[in-house]
């Protein structure tokens, strides 16, 4: 099961919300870390972007609160954000074949304003 962490990004200049941390759109290899299983199991150890702001966010030892991390943040794959968007889009009625990431994160999660100038796993580190 997908953390659905439903709380405001802890970043001071971001605070927004955060309904879904899409720990899934993380490169397939990089789910075999225990980074990835401490975010999928909420557990301090591993940290993920915000959708937002790209900082770094991870769960604190209560289980339930996301605060800033240290530690080095998992990054979505574009090639599967852009997959599931597409997916997403060829469903609609009518089908919409140019769905981009940022507007299916903002339809279907609910998450206007996320993925804007994401730097993606396959753009590299800034
Ligand atoms: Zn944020």
């Not at 980074?35 to 770094?56: D, H, R, S």
Request: hydrophobic share 30%; aromatic share 8%; glycine share 8%.
């Amino acid at each position: 099961m997908a953390p659905w962490p439903n709380q405001s990004c802890p970043h001071p200049g971001c605070g927004q919300p955060i309904r879904d941390l899409l720990a899934e759109m993380v490169p397939n290899a990089d789910q075999a870390r225990p980074e990835f299983k401490a975010v999928l199991g909420q557990t301090p150890g591993g940290a993920i972007t915000c959708p937002y702001c790209k900082q770094a966010v991870e769960y604190d030892t209560d289980g339930k609160s996301l605060v800033p991390s240290v530690l080095v943040p998992l990054i979505y794959s574009r090639a599967k954000m852009e997959r599931r968007a597409r997916d997403y889009g060829s469903h609609k009625k009518p089908p919409d074949m140019t769905m981009t990431p940022e507007q299916w994160v903002a339809e279907d999660k609910l998450m206007p304003g996320a993925l804007h100038g994401y730097q993606y796993v396959e753009d590299g580190t800034p």
